[in-house]
């Protein structure tokens, strides 16, 4: 069962409008174990549309078209569909009256422009459009599909699921077959050596398929299983996803669609765990994120960012002495400024972050990337020294995501 | 000039990823003058990337492929184009050489697998990755081209220009067009008030084709005028420029690339203004946005973040019987954390956030989205009053964005 999704308009082309109906098709399609062979985009011209149609259709057994359904002169999907399966364009005079009464009921002009949208090739069905005025169509085309739905994503997200997807799965005997995805993030190892690490299973005689997907500056592993029940399909994945715990476990944060930050906030607020950040080098960006959760003021007392020694002096009391000796990027100032922010916010935990994200300030000692990491619980402070590589925005990114890896780390009691 | 897009990756077609890179290229193209054909998406696989790089090549004069460039074994652009124009493979001592020399730079260990980002289809011209490790090529195939450039949207967007358009220009015999680009970013006014206010200005007379783009919360218009002269074709985006600039004035914070924050840097630079920011609602956004700037440590003094009460009252002053009084979300705290945190940090300027990010929180008085933000400069404390409408975390940009452009505001003496 190979599907191809075709996005029709002159917007698209010129880059005006980004696509967001492909992957939206897309993730829904393959989430119903449809493949999906193929996504292209063309201009609203005939001669495109039809032979962009009978290419797709040559490699696919269904291609899903949007765009190009509106009222006026330049759109002009429907026309081409039917010149490309020799089809005449027939009235559908239900679909007629419904769109004049909707006119009336918004005490809009009626143009006869507008009756185009009434139009559709011999031997359609409509489908219909709950949020719009243009309806769109399904067409067998010897044994294949092609199906017309209009371009507005708000649009496009309804009539899929309530008119495209019944109509495939019925007509392609879709009905019985059941899928269950996991999704497993990672953070501190590289595409190269997650794929490394996993070389040893075999996740084809598991019955699952497997796919990495580097999401900056994490890697996130995708486990994908169908079977005749829902029960088999999760059973598969299940298995699968143990092995790769085992072989990952130190990377994973989550099991699941959750962020890190995520994860975090479930557990500080579940163990009633306060933090607070100080920050140089991430410049706000740890305490932002944490931020980023719903409900996160139960847990984040406060963050500072402190890009002044003075601030690092007067907000955390980090020792003057301290930043002369060992400079303000070192393990000691990092140590100093969790400590600090701990014991004046009077939280449970306190993290911090300095270094030098470029791409100026580095030195021969202290290159651009240089970030020393620091959490204090109380019991002991941890420190990490990195060497990132990135550009100044990629480096403060990394950064944060490895100040909450120490801090999920420390929360899991893990060295 | 024709020209299409190829996109490959399974995460594509599954819908995990959406295609960013497309939009990205055809823009940059269609403003050059280049004609977009099609766009298309397919899977790492050999079949499919070779036939459908066959097809697009048939109706065009040049394809620009991206993706699959990575060092696991599910990345194979490389070898798939090789194939697909019966190339032999070819080791590039030099870039060997660069790959081997950056592992050892960032002390990661060789692995042979990373071997494979230095060959290339025989024939083939390296693009050099400014951003990464692996570089891309041009391959003419029998007078047409083909691109090949990574997915990863930093480096696609660098390699592009960079690498792609001036091959393309030689090769087609377009170096003797000039073209002058000129972007022009908004915010506060919707996409469709922007075009409103624009309605009424003839581009076509002027010889300036226009372009408006969204870019959450902003709205980027984009003036592009090609002429024979590069003198020429600035002058006209100059004039329309004048157009754009008398209508939007008050809501434009950029001529040119330059995001808001690196608008603001120059100027505090420039002016010797210090600043430092209280946060409640953007939890650290606006200090991690003002610290994206290099050189950032000049202006920026502090940032704190303020989620508790009492992390407003001991480290901003805010005496507790505004917060009894008013709430924390209100205009007389917005005001006291400004005035505190400028206080606290003896700086030129201080600026504050609070607010109801959501989606909980959330009262009858005050609903989700509202947000005070409050600038004191010494000589006024002025606060603004918002209604937002998006999720938690456009919420928070949207809030950082405003305080950001009140800021600008402020030092461009606006009231």
């Given at each position: 069962m190979k599907i191809a999704i075709l996005t029709?308009?002159?917007?698209?082309?010129?880059?005006?409008?980004?696509?967001?109906?492909?992957?939206?098709?897309?993730?829904?399609?393959?989430?119903?174990?449809?493949?999906?062979?193929?996504?292209?985009?063309?201009?609203?011209?005939?001669?495109?549309?039809?032979?962009?149609?009978?290419?797709?259709?040559?490699?696919?057994?269904?291609?899903?078209?949007?765009?190009?359904?509106?009222?006026?002169?330049?759109?002009?999907?429907?026309?081409?569909?039917?010149?490309?399966?020799?089809?005449?364009?027939?009235?559908?005079?239900?679909?007629?009256?419904?769109?004049?009464?909707?006119?009336?009921?918004?005490?809009?002009?009626?143009?006869?422009?507008?009756?185009?949208?009434?139009?559709?090739?011999?031997?359609?069905?409509?489908?219909?459009?709950?949020?719009?005025?243009?309806?769109?169509?399904?067409?067998?085309?010897?044994?294949?599909?092609?199906?017309?739905?209009?371009?507005?994503?708000?649009?496009?997200?309804?009539?899929?699921?309530?008119?495209?997807?019944?109509?495939?799965?019925?007509?392609?005997?879709?009905?019985?077959?059941?899928?269950f995805k996991q999704t497993i993030k990672t953070f501190g190892l590289p595409e190269a050596a997650v794929d490394a690490k996993l070389a040893d299973v075999n996740f084809a005689a598991l019955g699952v398929s497997v796919g990495f997907y580097p999401v900056f500056p994490e890697n996130h592993v995708v486990l994908t299983a169908r079977a005749a029940s829902a029960d088999e399909a999760r059973m598969k994945v299940t298995k699968a996803t143990q092995e790769v715990a085992s072989r990952l476990e130190d990377y994973i944060f989550s099991y699941g669609e959750k962020t890190l930050e995520e994860t975090l906030g479930e557990i500080l607020t579940e163990r009633k765990i306060t933090i607070a950040v100080a920050e140089s080098c991430t410049g706000g960006l740890i305490a932002s994120r944490l931020t980023d959760v719903s409900g996160s003021s139960v847990y984040f007392e406060r963050g500072v960012v402190t890009y002044s020694n003075r601030a690092k002096i007067e907000l955390l009391g980090v020792p003057p002495e301290i930043i002369e000796k060992h400079g303000a990027v070192s393990e000691q100032t990092a140590k100093a400024m969790a400590e600090g922010v701990r014991q004046m916010a009077k939280t449970n935990i306190g993290l911090s972050s300095t270094g030098i994200a470029g791409p100026s300030g580095g030195t021969k000692e202290k290159p651009v990337g240089t970030v020393y990491i620091a959490l204090a619980d109380g019991n002991q402070t941890t420190c990490r020294h990195f060497a990132f590589r990135w550009d100044r925005r990629r480096n403060k990114l990394v950064s944060s995501e490895a100040a909450l890896m120490l801090l999920l780390n420390d929360l899991q009691g893990k060295p």
């Open positions: 029709i308009g002159n917007e698209l082309l010129n880059g005006r409008t980004a696509d967001t109906n492909s992957s939206f098709i897309a993730r829904e399609l393959t989430a119903l174990g449809f493949r999906i062979e193929a996504l292209m985009s063309v201009g609203d011209e005939f001669d495109a549309i039809k032979t962009r149609l009978h290419d797709l259709l040559a490699i696919t057994d269904a291609v899903i078209c949007t765009g190009g359904l509106g009222p006026t002169a330049d759109d002009i999907t429907t026309e081409a569909v039917a010149r490309a399966f020799e089809r005449k364009l027939v009235m559908n005079e239900s679909v007629l009256a419904g769109l004049k009464e909707k006119f009336a009921r918004y005490r809009l002009a009626w143009t006869d422009n507008n009756a185009k949208q009434a139009l559709f090739p011999d031997g359609a069905d409509v489908i219909d459009n709950p949020v719009g005025s243009a309806a769109g169509f399904a067409l067998p085309v010897g044994g294949k599909l092609v199906f017309v739905i209009p371009g507005v994503p708000a649009e496009t997200r309804r009539m899929l699921p309530e008119g495209v997807i019944p109509v495939l799965r019925r007509h392609f005997g879709r009905d019985s077959e059941h899928i």
